[in-house]
């Protein structure tokens, strides 16, 4: 069992462009969540999915970020049109079906580091 | 006032000392957290909380549901100990992780 997987894990783009994260979550785990940590701040909630279904976007910036988890593949993040102030570390967690054993536990990437230049 | 408010902010140590770091709360929560982050590393999960104690080596977590507080103590402290402890809450009612600010912890030797 990998855990969760995140990549790339740094990432750099000019202002503009386009950045996707990826994240697949730990085998068994069914959700999947998304913060972001600006340099010198804490943790900040972003998004909340499940297989094809956003949860809870409410941390999510109304413009520019969309965020997916297909019934196959990774759960990606995407910014679009990035700005300097989008550089900062993404985490993904992933945690089982609420109700299932262990549906509290979280685990967590080990991060992309996304720097726009 | 944040949700989740962790003291104190930061914390520095002599190798040998017994560490405190604290964490109210005033949601409702189904679970709480304590992770540990290392500069410029990614995030390690130490303790999962919803009542009582845990012990795992020289870490000690403690949560009081009725008070809503939770403890982090780490005894025999080792400059290895070095990190940002992050304390995190899961609401009962969104199952939102809400996040403290984080505690710096620099143990010198």
């Known amino acids: 069992n990998a855990g969760v997987m995140q990549n790339p894990r740094h990432l750099v783009r000019r202002r503009g462009q386009e950045a996707r994260l990826r994240c697949s979550p730990m085998?068994?785990?069914?959700?999947v969540y998304w913060y972001r940590q600006l340099p010198e701040e804490g943790l900040k909630f972003m998004v909340y999915?499940?297989?094809?279904?956003?949860?809870?976007e409410s941390g999510m910036p109304k413009e520019r970020f969309s965020a997916e988890f297909p019934k196959e593949g990774p759960s990606i993040l995407r910014i679009q049109q990035v700005v300097r102030g989008d550089s900062a570390a993404y985490f993904c967690?992933?945690?089982?079906?609420?109700?299932?054993?262990?549906?509290?536990?979280?685990?967590f990437g080990a991060g992309s580091r996304l720097t726009v230049l | 006032k944040n949700e989740v408010e962790q003291s104190p902010q930061n914390l520095t140590a002599q190798e040998g000392e017994f560490i405190t770091i604290n964490c109210s709360y005033s949601?409702?929560?189904?679970?709480l957290h304590w992770l540990q982050q290392h500069p410029g590393g990614g995030i390690v999960s130490l303790f999962m909380l919803s009542s009582g104690k845990k012990k795992h080596g020289r870490l000690i977590a403690t949560i009081n549901i009725q008070e809503k507080h939770s403890s982090l103590h780490i005894t025999a402290s080792h400059p290895r100990d070095s990190a940002v402890y992050i304390c995190?809450?899961?609401?009962?009612?969104?199952?939102?992780?809400?996040f403290g600010t984080g505690t710096r912890l620099q143990v010198f030797p």
């Open positions: 967690a992933s945690s089982p079906l609420a109700g299932e054993a262990g549906a509290n536990v979280l685990t």
């Open positions: 949601v409702g929560i189904s679970a």
């Open positions: 999915l499940q297989k094809e279904n956003i949860i809870d």
């Open positions: 085998k068994g785990h069914s959700h």
């Open positions: 995190a809450v899961r609401s009962y009612n969104t199952d939102k992780l809400i």
